[in-house]
């Protein structure tokens, strides 16, 4: 969903989740991934493949 564009507030409507959850979901995927923001984790995962268009 981040990949997709989604805001935090979006993603927790969705997953039916705080948006506080999703922010430390996220901290926790910049971590793993070694990267500073949403846009580097957007740009992981298309280079990765896990996205298509």
Do not use: Y
């Amino acid at each position: 969903m981040v990949a997709r564009g989604h805001t935090n507030a979006e993603i927790a409507t969705i997953l039916f989740i705080s948006p506080d959850t999703v922010k430390n979901h996220i901290a926790g995927i910049q971590n793993k991934l070694g990267t500073r923001n949403r846009v580097d984790i957007a740009a992981w995962a298309w280079e990765s493949g896990i996205m298509t268009s």
